[in-house]
């Protein structure tokens, strides 16, 4: 195979290389910080050992906290995937020389890019798919996803370390203000195999190029920021499921299986020895707060909710410093029960919501009454609550 | 350790570095020990590398070509960028475009799949639009400078 763009080399190599090892890092950090959010016991996968950050309470304030770590998780991971397509592109040469290791200590080397290219592209296409619903690779989304982050993790380090040095070498080798300010195709200097040495004829300048793969993240973060962002740019995200009517839900009450019947005059909410119906709940004291649910999926939403305080029905229910909560749902689904912290439950904007923006909730928000607590990672804020546990610490 | 490393072919502490890389990927893949799904999950982490190398670089490296034959120097670009954004829109919503997964998605968002084959086409067709318009206005000023 003849490579011969006279792009290729190791100054356009370096920068998309140093933008990055500047944007990974955040991506993966609030990709594990997402796994701390969903709170001790309730991550997944379970057993992990020493792969995780210090476990800390999952703080509820500021309440756009989860929105702002998943919005960044995904939305930074989207708008890198032009990047790393370019940067994937300009060493692409590298993979067809040969023979393929030199030494030991080369094929070594080559072993941690597998690492690096297959954990990039393997965290790109399932993140990808899950945003979009399709599992069609017929593993856990969340163990494959979070095992293959810590062996991209591995790679990327390495080769930081290994090509920082050489990377430092060819950005002062020519100066990007200078390749910004004139358009040049001249190829870089024929010393490095990245180089061709029979280069076609230029159709495109290095700025040209770098203006192409800016623009590509760029027209990304159009198509997709406005899932998470709202507003206007709700409506630009054409692409991805973005909701109906109102605003955008992660399940609906059919496919939970919710029965008419069993949310209708029926329904209770068992409290300890209690069960209050909803006419019961909507006599206690009723707060508003305005807050984000926000999907691991990558949207988020900001509405006014109004119901019950989580602390007032702890008291209620003779549990008033409680160390945790047990939510159940009428959902039998894998999400259909969640554990809250004591900080999660005390806090004053922490709801059992029965309405939302002056109306009932509908059946697909959750009808009669759903957790809502700030900062909560949404999966967490439980739809269609059938049961609370207030725990004594 | 220095023999050893000279031996290699890297230094002593890129040994190390590369050594404590590929221990740290298998204290990882030995939580997966025992999980049915691992070799799907192996296949599809290989497989990424090996379809991005050796199926979607030669397939737009061709596509490439070919348009510059067509069109050779800079004016390729006209359709080059374009035809880049409208791939990667392609690429990046596959799911949703081709309908994969249309089950688990009209569970979660109470949406079908069917609006997006024809919003990805919509969107290419704005970004040829858009080139084609920044190419007869800059055909239309250099005439006019002519």
């Known amino acids: 195979m003849k490579f011969r763009s006279p792009l290729r080399g190791p100054w356009l190599t370096s920068v998309l290389g140093v933008v990055l090892l500047a944007a990974l890092p955040l991506v993966i950090v609030t990709g594990l910080l997402d796994y701390v959010a969903y709170g001790p016991g309730q991550s997944i996968p379970g057993d992990v050992g020493l792969l995780h950050l210090p476990a800390f309470d999952w703080p509820t304030r500021p309440s756009w906290l989860f929105r702002l770590t998943q919005g960044l998780h995904v939305g930074l991971g989207l708008v890198l995937v032009p990047v790393v397509l370019a940067k994937l592109w300009s060493v692409i040469p590298r993979l067809f020389v040969w023979p393929p290791a030199k ?127 709202g507003g206007p740019l709700r409506d630009l995200a054409v692409l991805l499921p973005r909701g109906r009517d109102d605003f955008p839900i992660n399940r609906t009450a059919a496919a939970a299986a919710i029965e008419p019947a069993a949310t209708g005059a029926a329904w209770r909410l068992a409290l300890g020895a209690r069960a209050l119906t909803l006419a019961d709940l909507l006599q206690l004291p009723q707060h508003t707060a305005r807050l984000p649910i926000a999907c691991v999926e990558g949207w988020s939403t900001v ?60 059946p697909d928000h959750g009808y009669p009454a759903r957790v809502v607590v700030p900062a909560l990672p949404g999966v967490h804020c439980t739809k269609w609550v059938r049961s609370i546990t207030f725990r004594e610490a | 350790m220095v023999v050893l490393a000279r031996r290699v072919g890297v230094s002593p502490a890129q040994l190390v570095l590369l050594v404590a890389c590929l221990a ?123």
């Open chain 1, 103 to 229: 030494s030991i200590g080369h094929a070594l080397e080559r072993a941690t890019l597998l690492m690096l290219v297959g954990g990039i592209l393997f965290e790109i296409v399932t993140g990808l798919m899950n945003i979009q619903y399709d599992y069609a690779f017929g593993f856990s989304f969340y163990t494959a996803h979070y095992i293959g982050a810590w062996v991209f993790l591995a790679g990327f380090v390495t080769h930081a370390v290994l090509k920082l040095p050489v990377a430092r070498r060819a950005l002062r080798t020519r100066s990007l203000r200078a390749e910004l300010r004139v358009p040049t195709s001249a190829p870089e200097p024929v010393d490095d195999e990245l180089v061709a040495t029979d280069p076609a004829p230029p159709t495109m300048s290095r700025r040209g190029a770098l203006a192409l793969v800016g623009g590509g993240a760029l027209f990304v973060a159009t198509i997709t920021a406005g899932q998470t962002l």
């Open chain 2, 24 to 146: 740290l990927a298998a204290y990882a893949a030995f939580f997966l020990l025992g999980d049915p799904a691992l070799l799907r999950m192996l296949i599809w982490f290989a497989g990424a590398a090996v379809v991005h190398d050796l199926v979607l670089f030669p397939l737009y490296a061709a596509g490439d070509r070919a348009l510059v034959a067509v069109l050779p120097g800079p004016r390729v670009n006209y359709l080059r960028v374009p035809a880049l954004g409208a791939g990667l829109m392609l690429l990046m919503f596959w799911p949703g475009i081709v309908r994969q997964g249309e089950v688990t998605h009209l569970a979660a968002t109470g949406l079908d799949q069917a609006p997006y084959l024809g919003r990805w086409l919509a969107a290419s067709a704005v970004l040829f639009g858009a080139s084609a318009v920044v190419f007869g206005v800059r055909v239309g000023l250099r005439r006019l400078r002519v």
């Open chain 1, 303 to 362: 509405q006014d909710w109004t119901g019950v305080r989580l602390r007032d029905l702890a008291a209620l229910a003779g549990v008033p410093t409680p160390a945790s909560a047990f939510v159940e749902s009428l959902d039998a689904g894998p999400f259909g029960r969640a554990t809250l912290s004591a900080g999660q439950v005390l806090d004053p904007d922490a709801l059992l919501a029965l309405r939302v923006n002056g109306a009932d909730l509908s």
